[in-house]
Nanobody
Framework: VQLQAFGGGLVQAGGSLRLSCTASGRTFSRYAVGWFRQASGKEREFVAAISWGVASTRYADSVKGRFTISRDSGKNTVYLQMNSLKPEDTAVYYC?????????????????WGQGTLVTVSS
């Protein structure tokens, strides 16, 4: 399974970006998908996850109300819509496929990772 995350870029504070994550080799069917991010000098942290089936979602407190994760099973793609971006959202964003259909916040519960896409929010 190969994941690819794209859609990052430079945006001013208050702006929006939409990240996309696609899978090749195997689909996201029956698996959760999560987004994580890693800022320079910091550990990778959970951002959002979407479960398989009922597609329940969960978010980090820092992005709740601003970010929305969704999936298009027909396109085998998961999106992360990011609104009201802040400079502290600057990071490399990674998508990952879960080991199960449950959208966990735990890094260890994901087995396939994309290469990351850089999001830079200027003040």
């Amino acid at each position: 399974v190969q994941l690819q995350a794209f859609g990052g870029g430079l945006v001013q504070a208050g702006g929006s970006l939409r990240l996309s994550c696609t899978a090749s080799g195997r689909t996201f069917s029956r698996y959760a998908v999560g987004w994580f991010r890693q800022a320079s000098g910091k550990e990778r942290e959970f951002v959002a996850a979407i479960s398989w089936g009922v597609a329940s979602t969960r978010y980090a407190d820092s992005v709740k109300g601003r970010f929305t994760i969704s999936r298009d099973s027909g396109k085998n793609t998961v999106y992360l819509q990011m609104n009201s971006l802040k400079p502290e959202d600057t990071a490399v964003y990674y998508c990952a496929r879960g080991r199960t259909g449950y959208g966990s916040r735990e890094y260890a519960h994901y087995d396939y990772w994309g290469q990351g896409t850089l999001v830079t929010v200027s003040s």
